[in-house]
């Protein structure tokens, strides 16, 4: 298995601040991570896969600058929201390539609320 | 056409029972295949992973994979009401998982 964290695991913020989230993997290196949102009810959504020490690959319809992804090392990949507003409010998940081939393991999430 | 397919569910099964879950995908090149169990308010964890074609065993579960149809399946054995989540089936294609929309398993005591 893999460990991987995310930080924070909730915040809230107001419409038109930048929200940073972290995805670190904790035992392993990962020269890539993916980054998903899930809204309630619903299924993961890929956002974005981040390559470390390259650009980040966007998913058809994810907005580059608005959600930036940078991986800088290979066990931290931060995504920022920027300029949220009441529509970004979502559960935010990253996940990493562990030790068994292409499989997942996934961070705990980080509940994003903007008021 | 959806890439990966599940039954919303919910299924509901009584405690001890078995509880089948089905997914369908249709690439038919892909080579992995995952599933996930989600509770609610919690990120995905990863129950078994499949490669080839057969029966996979660990525990109460058994992941089952028939690349011909290109059906996946994971059963529980002796559900038991902490088993009660959402049963993601994920496949991976070109460097990606895809996601089905997930199962709802409900485990009656």
């Known amino acids: 298995g893999a460990v991987v964290s995310q930080h924070p695991s909730r915040v809230i913020c107001k419409s038109g601040t930048s929200v940073k989230i972290e995805c670190r993997s904790l035992?392993?290196?990962?020269?890539?991570m993916f980054w998903y949102r899930q809204f309630p009810k619903k299924s993961l959504m890929l956002m974005a896969t981040?390559?470390?020490?390259?650009?980040?690959?966007?998913e058809q319809g994810v907005e580059k600058d608005k959600f930036l992804i940078n991986h800088a090392s290979l066990t931290l990949s931060t995504l920022t929201v920027t300029s949220a507003h009441p529509e970004d409010s979502s559960f935010y998940i990253c996940?990493?390539?562990?030790?068994?081939?292409?499989?997942?393991?996934f961070g705990p999430g980080t509940r994003l609320t903007v008021l | 056409q959806k890439e990966v397919e599940q039954n919303s569910g919910p299924l509901s099964v009584p405690e001890g029972a078995i509880a089948s879950l089905n997914c369908t995908y249709s690439d038919r090149g892909s080579q992995s295949f995952f599933w996930y169990r989600q509770y609610s308010g919690k990120s995905p964890e990863l129950i078994m992973f499949i490669y080839s074609n057969g029966d996979k065993e660990d525990g109460r579960f058994t992941a089952q994979l028939n690349k011909a149809s290109q059906y996946v399946s994971l059963l529980i054995r002796d559900s038991q009401p902490s088993d009660s989540a959402t049963y993601l089936c994920a496949v991976w294609n070109t460097g990606k998982l895809i996601f089905g929309q997930g199962t709802t398993l409900q485990v009656k005591p």
């Open positions: 035992d392993f290196q990962a020269t890539t």
């Open positions: 996940s990493a390539d562990g030790t068994s081939g292409s499989a997942q393991y």
């Open positions: 981040s390559n470390e020490g390259s650009k980040a690959t966007y």
